[in-house]
């Protein structure tokens, strides 16, 4: 057995034989991953046969010998020699008791706002979760700026200098109201001001209002700017339509042009790529996404009441995808897809993740009426109001938010609480009606896409020459 080691760069540990990765198969002849586990220790044995470890809770990954899947077999054929499966077990046992992960660092600071600067959109996207217009079926599309701004300088005055504090402009279209987006930003700057704090500010935006004025703005903010867009037009206008019933790709791609006048002052360039019952095509998506020049994928999936076969299917498109990419280009074009960049952190860092995100912990939502809740997909849910006020209720958000999501989850064993970190609390309460109640196709298309992942973390970590052998495939 070899051991990555990612702190040192080093490999370590001495299994005698180690496996070399076959020619890459066609998506069609694929078969699927095999896990099998030893204690704390997953065995994977890959569609090419390869067999790898993972150490789930320190997150250390090896590439096995391949007898070692063989180790509990009861066929006489497949059975070990009592001494090698002896040495085996040995190994298996030295790595199950090893200590070299720690636990991501945890508090409840709140370091991150989004702030809906319209509850309105220009566009009439098919899915769309924010009440179908981007109201979230409120009255009220533009917030109160003076409550606004003292609901900012209220969360800005609670973090000591040294920390960092991110603002995130969202809508329904947020760039219906580029006024808004420069007062609230004019306005946290001025409360930062003298004082040691980092602030960034996000936009996600379905691009098609940005005129060179609007680029100008969030050229000025510096911004981190993520634009909607499903795939190639023909994906994309299937669903992302204007309210006339229109594709909007011509709009996003005029606007993407402005962004890319002013690229160089953005500090990046994004995309977010929703899939579902109504798009399944990640593969077609990718191939038409990777060619623009965006910094980041991230393809996200929308959950829904019976979406089990479309989760194993966009599960499968994300997988064939992180081939496609490693193969076109090594580690570096599989990271740009935001799922492969976060498990790669992850392994590298040996950092357990113990909530699958920060919501309601070190972030914040607010929307056009004032109100605090969890995260976007929580806008106007009664059960979920964390107050109007300008100062968040803290005993109430403390005693709601505390527990680490895999705890509150009650995601025992599961070999991938530490990568995963127990969920998206809006999936679980869209199927289950309980935002703590796990969603069974999410942990299902959670695990399919980390094997994938893992197997193509361990090629780019122990196998350069197929790193840029895969280089020169042809992808069609
Ligand atoms: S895959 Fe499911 S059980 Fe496992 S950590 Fe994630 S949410 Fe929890
Ligand atoms: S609850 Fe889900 S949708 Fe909301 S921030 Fe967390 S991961 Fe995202």
């Known amino acids: 057995m070899s051991k990555f080691d990612p702190k040192s760069g080093n490999f370590n540990f001495g299994f005698k034989h180690m496996t070399d990765f076959d020619a890459p198969l066609a998506p069609s002849q694929r078969p699927s991953f095999e896990t099998r586990r030893q204690g704390d220790i997953l065995l994977i044995k890959t569609p090419r046969g390869s067999v790898l470890g993972l ?16 180790l509990d077999e009861s066929s006489p054929a497949a059975a070990l020699e009592p001494s090698i499966a002896t040495e085996i077990r040995e190994e298996l046992a030295q790595w199950q008791a090893s200590r070299s992960g720690q636990d991501a660092q945890g508090d409840l600071l709140v370091r991150s706002l989004t702030v809906n600067v319209a509850q309105i959109c220009n566009l009439a996207c098919t899915y769309c979760a924010a009440g179908g217009d981007g109201t979230y079926g409120s009255k009220t599309k533009t917030p109160d700026l ?6 900012i300088a209220n969360l800005l005055g609670q973090l000591p200098d040294g920390e960092s504090f991110t603002l995130t402009f969202l809508g329904g279209e947020p760039l219906l109201h580029p006024d808004i987006i420069e007062r609230l930003a004019r306005h946290t700057r001025l409360m930062a001001a003298g004082r040691a704090l980092r602030l960034r500010f996000d936009i996600v935006t379905n691009a098609t209002l940005v005129d060179a004025e609007r680029a100008e703005l969030l050229a000025k903010l510096g911004a981190h700017v993520t634009v909607s867009m499903d795939g190639a037009p023909e994906q994309n206008d299937r669903a992302r339509i204007t309210k006339s019933g ?7 791609l005029k606007g993407l042009a402005e962004l890319l006048k002013v690229r160089d002052r953005l500090h990046s360039l994004n995309v977010g790529a929703v899939f579902g019952r109504h798009n399944l095509d990640v593969v077609g998506a990718w191939k038409y996404l990777s060619q623009l020049p965006f910094q980041t994928l991230k393809f996200d999936f929308a959950a829904e009441a019976g979406d089990e076969t479309a989760s194993r ?45 920060l919501a309601g912990k070190n972030h914040l939502q607010l929307d056009t009426n004032g109100r605090f809740t969890v995260c976007q997909w929580f806008v106007g849910q009664r059960d979920e109001d964390l107050g109007g006020q300008v100062q968040v209720d803290e005993g109430e958000r403390r005693a709601r938010f505390e527990r680490d999501l895999v705890d509150e989850n009650n995601c025992g064993n599961c070999w991938a609480r530490y990568m995963c970190g127990g969920g998206c609390m809006s999936v679980n309460k869209v199927k289950n009606g309980n935002k703590h109640e796990r969603d069974l196709a999410f942990c299902d298309r959670t695990r399919h896409t980390l094997l994938k992942g ?5 090629e780019a970590r122990y196998n350069t020459t197929l790193d840029s052998a895969g280089a020169e495939r042809e992808i069609h």
């Open 454 to 458: 893992i197997e193509k973390y361990v």
């Open 55 to 70: 150490h789930s809770r320190e997150l250390e990954v090896a590439q096995l010998d391949a007898a070692v899947w063989n």
């Open 313 to 357: 299917l966009f599960a499968e498109g994300l997988c064939e995808v992180m081939e496609l990419a490693f193969a076109q280009g090594g580690e570096a074009e599989l990271r740009r897809l935001h799922v492969a960049d976060h498990l790669f952190r992850t392994l590298d860092d040996q950092l357990r993740v113990r909530n699958h995100c």
């Open 146 to 151: 003076e409550k606004t701004e003292a609901q």
């Open 246 to 252: 229109r594709g909007s790709s011509e709009l996003v």
